[in-house]
C-alpha cells in the first residue's frame, strides 16, 4: 500500500503538529493523541500558520483531511496506514508508547518514530511486531521542510523500507534511507557540531547569537540551501574540482581551531547570556510571528530554486521537488471538486 488513507499522530507537539498539518494538507485524515489538555490549541496554532504557507505555494489545495482527537491511543490508531509516534526524548516513555501502538495498530500499518537521536533498534524491544518499525526523523516544520532521514532497526523488515520510502514521497517528502544505524544520524550529528562551536564562540565573547546568525544566513546559508556542502567544496577547487579542494585545505584539518570535542558547561550563566541575547535578538517579534517570517521565506527559497533553469531539466535541489510537490497538490485538488 502506497496511498495513505488515515494517519495517526502520537504526540501533538511542534514536531507532532508540524506531521499533522502536511498530513491534513494532502488531503488525509488524521487522529492525534496527546494527553496535554492545550493540545487542540496549540495543533490549530500550527495549522493556521500552515494554511497560509500554503496558500502562499498555491492557490489550488486538495479538500483538507480530516482532524479528530483521540481519547487514547488505541483509537487514534484504528484503522490508521501510517502512525507517527512523536513523543518526548525518552526511550521509557518510547517504549511504553509503541507497544501499546504495536497492540492497538492494524497489522500493516507502518510505524515510524521521529526521534532525533535513539536508535530504533532500541526502541524494538517494546514491540511484538518491530519488523514494521522505522525512524521518520524530519526537521521542522514539518510541514514545509521535505526531508525524512529513514532508519531501519536490526528488525526492521526491508519491505518496510521500501514502503516507508513511498508512504512519505507520497506527501510530497524526500526519504533518505541512512545506511548504517547510529545514534542521532546524519543530521542532527551536523548541527550539533555547529551548535556546539556556535556556543563557545558566544560563550567566549567572540560574537553575539545575532552575529552569528548573520554570518550564516548572509554566506554559506545560503549556498547550503541549493547546492549543500560537498557540491560547494567542489565548485571552490576551481577547475581541479574536489581534489584540488582537498589538497589546498585538508590539512587545515589538523590546525587547533576548533573546540569541538568540548563542550562549554551548560549553567546558568551561559543559560542566561544566549537567553538574553536571543531575546534582544527576536524584539517584539513572536514565536508565531517568527514562524510565519520562517514559512514564507522558506516558501519563496524553494520556489526560487524551482525556476532555476539548467540542461537536465527544470527546478535545482528543494526547488525541483517542491514543484513536483507543488502540481501534485493542484492535481489533487482538480480530483476534488
Given amino acids: 500500500m502506497t496511498k495513505i488513507n488515515k ?11 508540524g506531521w499533522a498539518a502536511r498530513l491534513l494538507l494532502n488531503g488525509i485524515d488524521v487522529a492525534i493523541s496527546d494527553p496535554d489538555p492545550e493540545a487542540e490549541r496549540k495543533v490549530e496554532a500550527v495549522m493556521k500558520n500552515a494554511r497560509r504557507a500554503y496558500d502562499g505555494m498555491t492557490d489550488k489545495r486538495p479538500k483538507e483531511g480530516k482532524l479528530s482527537f483521540a481519547r487514547s ?38 510505524v515510524g518514530s521521529s526521534t532525533s537521536g535513539i536508535k530504533p533498534t532500541d526502541m524494538q524491544t517494546a514491540m511484538k511486531n518491530p519488523g514494521r518499525l522505522i525512524v521518520a526523523h ?15 532497526g536490526e528488525q526492521t523488515d526491508a519491505a518496510t523500507i521500501v514502503r516507508a520510502k513511498a508512504l512519505y514521497a507520497s506527501i510530497g517528502m524526500k526519504p533518505v534511507v541512512i545506511r548504517k544505524e547510529i545514534e542521532a544520524f546524519v543530521g542532527d550529528r551536523l548541527l550539533e557540531a555547529a551548535w556546539r562551536e556556535a556556543l563557545w564562540l558566544v560563550k567566549d565573547g567572540i560574537t553575539t547569537v545575532e552575529e552569528l546568525d548573520d554570518i550564516m544566513r548572509y554566506s554559506f546559508g545560503l549556498r547550503w540551501a541549493q547546492m549543500g556542502m560537498f557540491q560547494v567544496y567542489r565548485i571552490a577547487g576551481g577547475e581541479a574540482g574536489m581534489r584540488h579542494f582537498m589538497a589546498q585545505f585538508g590539512p587545515c584539518l589538523k590546525w587547533p581551531w576548533t573546540k569541538l570535542m568540548d563542550v562549554p558547561e551548560f549553567n546558568d550563566e ?5 537567553a538574553r541575547q536571543s531575546d534582544e535578538q527576536a524584539g517584539d517579534y513572536s514565536i508565531r510571528e517568527l514562524e510565519r ?24 535541489g528543494a526547488g525541483a521537488l517542491h514543484r513536483d510537490y507543488v502540481e501534485a497538490l493542484e492535481k489533487r485538488a482538480g480530483k476534488d471538486k
Avoid: C
Avoid at 494517519?7 to 503538529?17: E, F, L, R, T, Y
Avoid at 525518552?90 to 507502518?110: F, G, N, Q, S
Avoid at 524530519?138 to 529513514?150: R, S
Fill in 7 to 17: 494517519a495517526a499522530i502520537i504526540g501533538g507537539g511542534v514536531i507532532g503538529a
Fill in 73 to 110: 491511543i488505541a483509537e487514534a490508531v484504528e484503522k490508521a496506514d501510517l502512525i507517527q509516534e512523536s513523543v518526548p526524548e525518552r526511550l521509557d516513555i518510547k517504549h511504553k508508547v509503541l507497544a501499546e501502538i504495536d497492540k492497538h495498530a492494524k497489522t500493516d500499518a507502518l
Fill in 138 to 152: 524530519p526537521f521542522n516544520p514539518v510541514y514545509l521542510l521535505p526531508l525524512v532521514e529513514i532508519v531501519g
Fill in 270 to 274: 551561559l543559560v542566561d547570556l544566549i
Fill in 293 to 316: 517570517i520562517r514559512d514564507d521565506n522558506l516558501v519563496a527559497i524553494m520556489q526560487a530554486l524551482s525556476k532555476t533553469e539548467h540542461k537536465h531539466g527544470k527546478g535545482w
